[in-house]
């Protein structure tokens, strides 16, 4: 399996970007996917969840700014980002979870975020992509 990020940038605050997520390789059940970020000196936080059948859900912090959709045709995982701020800097990550499938329909995102930075090697993680966002 192999999971590859790209549409990071650099953007001035209020501004958007449009990351993606393209996966390969994978031919099990439909997956629940995500994304996390990680800013310097600080841990990995979940951002964005969706579910085996396409519920969605977002960290606080994002709500009403990001969008996460999926392109099942194309494999593909998006992450629009809109109203950018400083604090949205980092390293963005996409996660598939063939595990969890229906925990963020059935929990709420934060405790899938919880479950999967408990044993992350469980998952499929891609590369990263960076965001920078200046004020």
């Known amino acids: 399996v192999q999971v590859v990020e790209s549409g990071g940038g650099s953007v001035q605050s209020g501004g958007s970007l449009r990351l993606s997520c393209v996966v390969s390789?994978?031919?099990?059940?439909?997956?629940?996917m995500g994304w996390f970020r990680q800013a310097p000196g600080k841990e990995r936080e979940g951002v964005a969840g969706?579910?085996?059948?396409?519920?969605?859900d977002y960290a606080d912090s994002v709500k009403g700014r990001f969008t996460i959709s999926q392109d099942n045709a194309k494999n593909t995982l998006y992450l629009q980002m809109n109203s950018l701020k400083s604090e949205d800097t980092g390293m963005y990550y996409c996660?598939?979870?063939?595990?969890?499938?229906?925990?963020?329909?059935?929990?709420?995102?934060?405790?899938?975020?919880?479950?999967?930075?408990?044993?992350?090697?469980?998952?499929?993680w891609g590369q990263g992509t960076q965001v920078t966002v200046s004020l």
């Open positions: 390789g994978y031919g099990g059940n439909a997956p629940a």
């Open positions: 969706i579910s085996s059948d396409g519920t969605t």
């Open positions: 996660v598939l979870d063939p595990l969890n499938v229906e925990a963020i329909k059935t929990h709420g995102v934060e405790r899938w975020f919880g479950v999967i930075m408990e044993q992350p090697t469980l998952y499929w």
